[in-house]
């Protein structure tokens, strides 16, 4: 299953880690993202104190360092749903666009 959608680039890491023993190679960017669609409080009845909304995390290979233009910032997803090894389903991110910056505008409430 493919799905499009935009979220807001929270985060992005890359990293690189060499395994001492097998000298292999483990490299790519680290990304935090939420979606813009629902920014719903995160509702835990187990936890009131609990407040803010839940980030996502996904791995993407280095090749794609020149997409990611600024973050914080709204990008589209280009995301496929996957079964995973323990047999539930799993968002892999294929690629990223940039559309734009984000600005922030507070509003005092009332």
Do not use: C, H, W
Request: hydrophobic letters at 40%.
């Amino acid at each position: 299953m493919q799905l499009k959608q935009s979220f807001i680039l929270l985060k992005s890491a890359p990293y690189r880690m060499v395994d001492e023993k097998t000298g292999e190679v483990n490299e790519g960017i680290s990304l935090r993202y939420i979606p813009v669609e629902n920014l719903d409080p995160v509702v835990d009845s187990s936890n009131a104190d609990l407040k803010g909304v839940g980030t996502a995390k996904a791995s993407l290979p280095t090749s794609f360092l020149n997409k990611i233009k600024q973050v914080p910032a709204l990008y589209s997803f280009d995301m496929s749903m996957n079964v995973g090894a323990d047999g539930k389903p799993v968002m892999k991110v294929n690629d990223v666009e940039f559309l734009s910056i984000l600005t922030v505008s507070a509003t005092k409430s009332a």
